[in-house]
């Protein structure tokens, strides 16, 4: 499904380089749920924009697919995010003048899905993820759980091969960090999805399959954890 | 992407920044407002000037000069009928194609007349085949045309200015006490206009037949006015005071031509008098036709004139009033637009992080870019259609403005749907070229900088 090899990156300021991945490796299979473990600057945020096609790695090759991401251009990139990645954000980063549905459909209005389509899609999703007495409601209108919620319904909308998740319970309490984790979990298995979450939380990597771990760039640990999967 | 997703993204957009909307809506109004208005204002002027020219000039109409009079004063030096119009020559040109009407005209002098034996007035007389006076734009205020014998067609201008003997005295006694007093020539020019109803009336046409000053005969010949034409548009009430036409048909003319003769034995008349027509005049269908058809009537030898160089001079003097109110549109189009493109910057700026979310979701660069141009072109659609109500106000006012100053109650002013079409044009254009930078711009937005938070 995704297979990174020997990804390296640096940031360039001026004349100094800050080296920030160095020869990762690692092999993600179809309908595995990863935590990309790390502390603050350790690089993790650096390996999923990379993953994520958002920024070109220095050295290195991203296969999403089959397809290598750092070869393509800005505009094929975002074809292939709009049919293959999901993303949900720390923040949610909904927009805020459209409603819940809105925001959810936004990603197929991209693909020129027609609007009954769309909202056929949507109304399903957002009932999966325990939202759909909301559906007309605006982002300001919900809690930060609700908001993610909808971030979810939005990641999964397109079907994509895969669906990164950037700090999802970073802004929650802990009651709606398990919930999330939990949904996160039960969609990974009822539709055999694959998940990366990036987490600096040892207990919320606790709850995936898999825990591949980074310090200072360079990735030290891909622990199969055999006691994941728990739901709280 | 669907259309009706850019125009609904976008319009939700206009929705929500109502002010920025509203000040750039306001400055596209006006710039496709000047552009509305200023065509209108050209065109408007244009058709009201043809339309003057038309009933002054004539241009749809072709004159024949008979040259018959000066033929004979040349000594029969030649037995051509160059020049001269005769009956067989105005069949020919009746029958020729794009010929609406052919009238016959022969000048008879300017004549007294008396009124139910109380008032008098002047009237140039001319007799014309009648029939034809419709064809030739001469509307019937009251009555028409007679089969009876010694009937007159009078011109409204004609029922102004009638007047007692007593105060014609009156008259003259006071111009001749004080003739630069401004004011008394205002109250007569006031005096000109009045109106007497003259139609159904029996008029005692004056006419001097010895054409003598020192022996004239007063002859005078009752004549039945059976009809009165309409005021002609666009020429004010002091100009048609002095057009004090009066039409006649040619058998009555010949009448007073033959009592004139027989006043004066062994005279000859003027030539202007003893021709059988002065000129003849052809109404053509268009004004596209009148050269060819003034080719065709050359072929005829006579000599006819138009005045279809006032048309083309008229019209190169619009094509530069036109081009200036253009570009005063145009102008003030340019400014507006510089609002649009501020707005839309600052617009582009504020929605980084949105632009970059749309990114990450899938939205490529020519998506970015399309949703900010439809927006913009929305707003000058909107600013467009304000434009045109705009417009239309201003062209309201400008009616009314000259209605009130002018008089008369037929609006100069008009627009033409085809110039709302244009306004809208300049309008959406306005908005779609200053929607290119900000979208451009919007476009080049990095996704991973715009929705990384501090």
């Known amino acids: 499904m995704l297979r990174v090899e020997h990804l390296s990156h640096v940031f360039r300021n001026g004349s100094e380089d800050t080296p920030v991945l160095r020869d990762i490796n690692f092999t993600i299979h179809k309908g595995e749920i990863v935590a990309l473990l790390g502390s603050s600057g350790s690089g993790k945020s650096t390996l999923l924009n990379l993953m994520a096609g958002l920024m070109k790695p220095t050295e290195g090759t991203i296969l999403i697919a089959g397809q290598a991401i750092e070869k393509m251009s800005e505009n094929k990139l975002a074809e292939f995010r709009r049919t293959n990645i999901g993303f949900i954000f720390q923040a949610y980063e909904l927009i805020s003048h459209m409603t819940v549905r809105e925001n959810v459909e936004l990603p197929l209005v991209f693909q020129g899905v027609k609007p009954s389509s769309r909202k056929e899609r949507a109304l399903s999703l957002l009932e999966k993820v325990g939202l759909k007495d909301k559906t007309e409601m605006f982002p300001s209108q919900l809690s930060g759980g609700q908001q993610q919620r909808v971030s979810i319904a939005r990641s999964l909308i397109t079907m994509p091969s895969i669906v990164f998740a950037d700090e999802p319970t970073g802004n929650l309490d802990t009651k709606t960090e398990n919930e999330i984790i939990d949904l996160l979990v039960e969609l990974n298995q009822t539709l055999q999805l694959t998940f990366v979450i990036v987490t600096h939380e040892k207990e919320v990597a606790d709850r995936t399959k898999r825990i591949i771990q980074l310090r200072d760039g360079y990735l030290i640990d891909q622990t199969v954890e055999m006691g994941g999967l728990a739901t709280s | ?374 927006e913009s072109a929305l707003l000058g659609l909107v600013g467009g259609v304000f434009g045109i109500l705009f417009s239309y106000w201003v062209v309201w006012g400008i009616n009314a403005l000259l209605m009130a100053t002018e008089g008369g109650d037929q609006s100069i002013l008009f627009i033409s749907t085809w110039i709302l079409g244009v306004g809208i044009f300049f309008a959406v254009l306005t908005g779609v070229l200053s929607g290119i930078y900000p979208a451009i711009s919007a476009s080049r937005t990095d996704a991973l900088t715009a929705i990384k938070r501090d």
Request: proline residues 3%; charged residues 25%.
């Open chain 2, 1 to 374: 992407m669907r259309i009706s997703d850019y125009i609904s993204i976008g319009w939700d957009q206009l929705k929500r920044r109502k002010v920025v909307t509203a000040m750039c809506t306001i400055g596209i109004a006006i710039g496709s407002a000047a552009i509305i208005v200023a065509l209108s204002l050209g065109e408007s002027a244009q058709q009201y000037a043809q339309e003057q020219v038309n009933s002054f000039l004539k241009i749809d109409e072709i004159t024949i000069v008979n040259q018959a009079d000066t033929k004979s004063q040349d000594n029969g030096s030649s037995d051509s009928d160059r020049g001269i119009i005769t009956k067989q020559k105005l069949d020919i040109i009746a029958q020729l194609p794009h010929v609406k009407a052919v009238g016959t005209y022969k000048s008879l002098g300017n004549f007294g007349f008396s009124v139910d034996e109380s008032k008098d007035g002047r009237l140039e007389l001319t007799a014309t085949n009648l029939e034809s006076l419709e064809a030739f734009d001469h509307k019937f205020k009251q009555g028409g045309i007679s089969e009876q014998e010694n009937t007159v067609v009078l011109s409204y201008g004609a029922l102004m200015g009638l007047m007692d003997q007593e105060a014609m005295e009156a008259r003259d006694k006071q111009i001749r006490a004080n003739p630069n007093d401004e004011a008394m020539w205002e109250q007569f020019q006031e005096m000109d206009k009045i109106v007497t109803p003259l139609y159904q009336k029996q008029l005692k046409l004056k006419i001097d037949v010895t054409q003598d000053l020192n022996n004239p005969k007063i002859v005078e010949i009752p004549l039945r006015v059976v009809g009165v034409l309409a005021k002609p548009s666009g020429v004010s009430d002091n100009q048609i005071s002095w057009m004090k036409d009066a039409y006649i048909s040619h058998a009555l003319a010949d009448q007073i031509t033959d009592l004139m003769k027989a006043a004066r034995p062994g005279t000859e008349l003027p030539p202007e008098l003893s021709a059988e027509f002065n000129k003849a005049v052809v109404k053509v269908d268009d004004t596209k036709n009148v050269e060819s058809l003034d080719k065709t009537i050359k072929k005829l030898r006579l000599t006819p004139q138009n005045n279809l160089h006032q048309q083309d001079r008229l019209a190169e003097q619009f094509a530069i009033v036109r081009t200036v109110a253009l570009g005063v549109g145009l102008f003030v189009l340019f400014i507006a637009s510089i609002s649009i493109v501020v707005a839309m910057t600052m617009s582009t700026y504020q929605r980084r992080r949105q632009i970059g979310i749309m990114k990450v979701l899938g939205a490529n660069l020519a998506q970015i870019r399309n949703m900010f141009i439809v």
